[in-house]
């Protein structure tokens, strides 16, 4: 059977389309490049101290002595995994309570004022409290991770399941429809896009509690060279460990996109 011709209009459609892709993907890598060219420009040429803001050739030297050495991997691993760790239990917990929540308006109405506080509560406060009560380790910095995502996932997803289509939850009840049904007929699937905003979210804000994590306590990962860099007036390890910080979470949110991707078109999601 042949696939149907495509028209001219739809033709030219999709070609400025991936002009406009191409140009907007050949822009940002040149955003890119000015800046580091720039950048080692004006250290060679003394217009900014390189000791304190480093330079790019003075980060890849740094780069690949880390390499060299094995510490990369070492540090990369430990953050990244405290990260995907913290990150998967802060977004499965949070969703869990706040599908508990959206299922008792009782518990919801108890511990609403609660989620409020917590909300509101700087989280890095809680990190000499997980010291004390887990101990210094990665157990206490996933903790932190935890805290920082969790009431954050629970109240977006909450209000993203109070928000669904009114009608349409009349619809199914007038149908016969189960509270259960309703949940996993019509409130999860029209609640997809509130999900992947949740895990987008959650990217930034685990790598937030790990690095706070490794400030307080830690003995590997990429928040511990931060610490030690700038205690030792190490700025090129400080400036590439940022770096490198800034590709691993870029990378971790570039895998959410891609997840979004593949469940749309496994949910028949076209929009």
Request: charged share 15%.
């Amino acid at each position: 059977m042949s696939e149907p011709a495509i028209s001219l209009q739809r033709k030219a459609y999709l070609k400025k389309r991936k002009q406009t892709k191409t140009a907007i993907t050949a822009l940002r890598i040149g955003i890119l490049a000015a800046l580091f060219v720039g950048w080692e420009i004006a250290a060679r040429m003394g217009v900014i101290d390189a000791f304190i803001v480093s330079s790019p050739s003075r980060m890849w030297n740094t780069f690949m002595n880390l390499y060299r050495s094995g510490d990369l991997w070492l540090h990369v691993g430990t953050s990244v995994m405290e990260t995907v760790v913290g990150f998967l239990l802060g977004t499965l917990t949070g969703t869990v309570i706040a599908v508990l929540l959206w299922w008792s308006e009782f518990l919801s109405r108890v511990l609403d004022p609660y989620l409020v506080v917590l909300n509101a509560l700087p989280k890095t406060a809680l990190g000499p409290i997980f010291i004390v009560w887990i101990g210094a380790g990665p157990s206490s910095i996933i903790a932190m991770t935890l805290a920082i995502s969790l009431i954050v996932t629970i109240l977006d997803m909450h209000n993203g399941f109070l928000d669904t289509d009114p009608e349409k939850v009349r619809l199914m009840r007038t149908l016969g429809a189960t509270r259960r049904q309703i949940l996993f007929k019509l409130v999860l699937p029209a609640n997809f896009t509130t999900m992947i905003n949740a895990l987008k979210v959650n990217v930034g804000l685990s790598w937030v509690g790990v690095i706070m994590g490794e400030f307080l306590v830690s003995k590997a990962g990429l928040g511990y060279l931060i610490v030690y860099g700038s205690q030792v007036f190490k700025m090129d390890l400080v400036m590439t460990t940022v770096l490198i910080l800034a590709a691993a979470a870029a990378l971790m949110y570039q895998c959410i996109l891609w997840l979004e991707i593949a469940m749309k078109k496994y949910m028949g999601v076209t929009v």
